[in-house]
């Protein structure tokens, strides 16, 4: 059974859809994260699983059980679900092991066992020296760590997770991925993730979920999402990617610039005649001043490199081709060195050819 | 875009039944307080309006529909009069305020006067004294005969009778300006504190000199902050009652508030009084409305808060003129009453003069200790101002918190928050005989009783919380309860845990901001007391029948001391700007 699904569920603000029809099922200990750009209506989501927020249409369902439809909604409390907010909200007014017991206190936890498990909990996210301390005497990244405590330590159904690192420095953030990760590993908690940063989603997540403008747009494994995204705005959104146009012409498809067999490309569907748009990842393309011998699943085209910066780790080059498609971004190694305007061979990977729609 | 590995969806709600369970079990049961507060709410500020308007359409005795009672209001000579004199009251008592505040807060904001901090304290000196015990100052000072000022001329220059006479229209529009023009100096001085020197140096550099510059650039940029002052003092004028009553009625003439207390001699005329301060309570709305646009009103871009450097103006020589003028200003409102006031109170009778065979600590250890009217007027003064700025802040915190979290929909919040920033446009004295008209008969029957005067206090400076507790609430992020609530707190576990203790500073330093007023007010009390619940407003003002000035000084004094305590304890609690709170309405 799964642990925690959203059915149908859409959210309005007067005449905003804020959310829109979104399905989603997580299995127990499952952690899938909400990615999109802000705006997208991750937050409004979260907010309606941890009950904060009623739906407008649809029900959630905990356990086999609906704990929010738009009739009545269980108030946050009597869910036994807990959260990570994007400004941690750690009370100012307690200790550090305060904040980090309060949860045991409310579920009426006996005295010493809520301070074994509040001082066994500190020692795993390493704030056993800090647990008399005031919030105020903490950094970002320690505020954090009580944050996580304070919502690990109740042992929630699910732990519902708000942008947590958004407010942290670069390196830090870094590092709170795979702490997170450790953390979800270690105690197998179902876990909701919003967040807008990819890079943060594709660490984390078992699964990720993008929404884009209130709708659902896919939810795949990382690897999955990067390699077949099945939208324009998900192939666009995770990575970088070139959009081409193309027109299906018996059994191939024709770019402009080049033509690909259809049986060389991994996805299906389309009838002839019909327009396609493909989405290439600036790695699957290869560049070379000789013409490679030719192999299979790779198609070869002639193009010219129409401008390029150096970026240390990799080049990022625009190549031209003769015909009128439009140019192309390739990622290449350090070594690989071309002149603007020299002509150069590019070999397209087409197993690595997805269409979006 | 569906995810296929949703799973069924689980057996539809069986009957109608099961389902009004689930919307029980669902059910935010806190949702019962904020009613509750709500009905609160509609009894203290809508009951009492409402009842007034009702009342002075009936006639007392039958209830039924009639007009006559404003017939009876307007068709008397006496009582057109009445309301022509408060008109001239409130337009020549906020004028003079002006030209005393105004050039006052441009020296202290400004110049490089010295002695600021003199003229501040005597500024906040006469803040804190109640109006009513300056104007049994100034009866003191310019009474007919015996008055100090009156004598000296008489020493002075032989003449047989002195030429003050503080019972008279002048008396009483020097009295209510002494006493009204901090407003104007607070109000003014924030203004003037935002304009940069820099647009002064502009001037300057085209030519202007200190004088024209200040008349032609300064003061027009600060001109909005004036107007906007000048109509709250005048409405302040025309809504005070305590200093026409001392000073009018001797005189032998009538303004508005005291013909309405006329009206409740008995037997009470409530449905006359009630029709007959409708234009007080019109013209105060009015006002409050003309008073908020002139203010708000975008278009002098100085006043936008950032300014650049502020450096003060140099006025050489001129600097003495200016501070004798402070001085002189200072010494009418602040040095000559309180200095008269306290010579009365230390004396076996005031008019011996100051000497030390006339000293006694008597009088003060009368009121406090011996007298038994006095003793208990003192307590009830207390308790009942206590027990008002209780109910103020509680009520005030949770429409603050109903109306920034939202609770009940973003329209109901704005009606909410508007009926609590009600009473602030009326005036005490037409809260009080609307509560009169809500409250004397059943099924509430408050009247005679401490509660209706506790909750007039309450309802009267409910602004004064309002405005202290939702900045309050504001400073706290939503979240700090969300991560209450989603752990397995409730609205009232996470109210408890961590807001209570978050603005504990801030709602006791609203609690002394109401408890101050509460102390001291007159004009809601005179309609709503009884023989039992004396409180020393009251008392003040029923002895200044009998002339025993010893003892009126002595009760404002122990006010005045017990209101500077706690203003203390406000400082301490809240900071400088704390007095500055209750004006930022």
């Known amino acids: 059974m799964s642990k925690l699904v959203l059915r149908n569920v859409s959210r309005t603000f007067g005449t905003h859809t804020a959310v829109h029809d979104f399905n989603l099922a997580l299995e127990e200990g499952e952690l899938v994260s909400l990615l999109g750009p802000s705006g997208c209506g991750k937050t409004t989501t979260l907010r309606m699983i941890a009950g904060f927020m009623s739906p407008t249409q649809g029900t959630i369902e905990l356990d086999g059980k609906v704990i929010s439809s738009p009739e009545s909604s269980l108030p946050p409390e009597k869910r036994q679900m807990s959260m990570i907010f994007q400004s941690y909200a750690i009370w100012p007014n307690m200790t550090v092991a305060e904040n980090v017991g309060f949860g045991l206190k409310v579920r009426n936890v006996d005295g010493n066992e809520t301070r074994r498990r509040v001082d066994e909990m500190l020692e795993v996210v390493q704030l056993g020296t800090l647990r008399d301390r005031y919030p105020s005497e903490l950094s970002g990244g320690q505020q954090q760590r009580v944050a996580l405590a304070r919502s690990i330590v109740v042992k929630p159904s699910v732990l519902l997770l708000d942008e947590p690192l958004s407010n942290l420095d670069a390196n830090l953030r870094e590092e709170m991925r795979f702490e997170i990760r450790r953390l979800h590993d270690e105690f197998r908690m179902t876990m909701v993730y919003v967040t807008h940063d990819q890079a943060e989603a594709m660490v984390t997540s078992d699964r990720i979920a993008v929404m884009n403008q209130g709708h659902l747009e896919q939810v795949d494994a990382p690897y999955e999402m990067y390699h077949r995204p099945k939208t324009k705005f998900v192939a666009g959104f995770i990575g970088r990617t070139n959009f081409v146009k193309g027109t299906r012409q018996g059994d191939a498809i024709d770019f402009g610039g080049f033509v690909i067999p259809w049986e060389l490309l991994n996805s299906g569907g389309g009838r002839a005649g019909a327009q396609v748009l493909a989405s290439i990842r600036p790695q699957n393309i290869r560049l070379s001043r000789e013409q490679p011998a030719a192999a299979h699943r790779r198609c070869c085209v002639e193009a010219s490199v129409q401008r390029r910066a150096y970026l240390g780790e990799s080049w990022d080059y625009h190549v031209a081709f003769a015909a009128p498609a439009e140019p192309l971004r390739v990622a290449a190694g350090p070594a690989d060195v071309f002149e603007v305007g020299e002509k150069v061979f590019a070999q397209i990977d087409t197993s690595q050819i997805t269409l979006v729609s | ?585």
């Open chain 2, 1 to 585: 875009m569906t995810d296929r590995s949703l799973p069924s969806a689980p057996l539809p709600m069986a009957n109608g039944r099961a389902m009004l369970g689930q919307r029980w079990r669902h059910l935010d049961k806190s949702v019962w307080v904020w009613f509750v507060a709500i009905a609160v709410l509609l009894l203290l500020i809508v009951n009492p309006l409402l009842r007034l308007l009702i009342s002075s359409f009936q006639s007392d005795d039958t209830g039924a529909f009639t007009l006559g009672n404003y017939v009876a209001a307007y068709s008397r000579l006496r009582y057109l009069e009445a309301l022509g004199n408060s008109l001239v009251l409130g337009s020549c008592a906020a004028s003079l305020c002006l030209v005393f505040g105004v050039p006052l807060a441009w020296a202290v904001s400004r110049t490089d006067m010295p002695f600021k901090g003199l003229i501040w304290i005597s500024i906040l000196g006469t803040f804190i004294i109640p109006p009513y015990l300056g104007a049994v100052g100034w009866i003191l000072l310019a009474g007919p005969n015996a008055g100090w000022l009156n004598r000296l001329v008489v020493a002075l220059t032989g003449s047989s009778s002195g030429p003050f006479n503080i019972y008279s229209m002048p008396g009483l529009v020097l009295v209510v300006a002494c006493y009204s023009f901090p407003y104007v100096f607070v109000l003014t001085k924030s203004a003037l504190d935002l304009i940069s020197s820099e647009m002064e140096d502009a001037a300057n550099i085209l030519g202007a000199g200190t004088w024209r510059t200040t008349v032609l650039i300064t003061l027009p940029l600060v001109l909005p902050a004036i107007l906007g002052a000048f109509i709250l003092v005048f409405l302040e004028a025309i809504a005070l009652f305590g200093s026409p009553a001392l000073i009018a009625l001797p005189g032998r003439f009538h303004v508005v508030t005291t013909m309405l207390w006329q009206f409740f001699e008995f037997p009470p005329k409530v449905g006359v009084a009630a029709a007959y301060a409708m234009p007080l309570l019109i013209i105060t709305i009015v006002l409050f409305w003309l008073q908020r646009r002139i203010t708000s009103r975008k278009g002098y871009v100085s006043l936008t808060g950032k300014g650049g450097e502020r450096r003060s103006i140099q006025l050489g020589r001129w600097k003495w003129a200016v501070l004798a003028y402070c001085l002189l200003v200072c010494t009418l409102s602040f040095f000559m009453p309180l200095v008269v006031i306290c010579q009365a109170a230390f004396a076996k009778a005031w008019g011996r003069g100051f000497s030390l065979d006339n000293l006694t600590f008597d009088n003060i250890y009368a009121i406090v200790f011996r007298n038994e009217l006095t003793r208990r007027a003192t307590l009830h003064t207390f308790t009942y101002a206590g027990t008002a700025s209780l109910i103020a802040v509680v009520l005030a915190l949770s429409i603050a918190y109903i109306v920034n979290r939202e609770l009940v929909g973003k329209r109901v919040g704005h009606v909410l928050s508007f009926l609590t920033m009600a009473p602030f446009v009326v005036p005490g004295i037409v809260l009080a005989i609307g509560f009169y008209a809500a409250y004397t008969r059943p099924p509430l029957a408050l009247y005679g009783t401490a509660w209706i005067l506790i909750l007039a206090y309450a309802t009267r400076f409910l602004p004064i919380a309002y405005v202290n507790s939702n900045a309050a609430i504001r400073s706290i992020n939503p979240e700090l309860e969300d991560a209450i609530r989603i752990l397995g707190g409730t609205r009232f576990t996470a109210i408890w845990h961590v807001v209570a203790p978050l603005l504990k500073r801030s709602l006791a330093g609203a609690f002394i901001l109401v408890f101050i007023p509460a102390t001291r007010e007159l004009s809601t009390a005179i309609f709503l007391y009884s023989i039992n619940t004396q409180v020393l407003s009251v008392l003040l003002f029923d002895k200044s029948d009998e002339g025993n000035f010893e003892m009126l000084a002595s009760i404002g004094l122990v006010l005045v001391v017990i209101t500077v305590a706690l203003i203390l304890i406000g400082f301490r609690l809240m900071g400088r700007d704390f007095m500055l709170r209750r004006t930022a309405a």
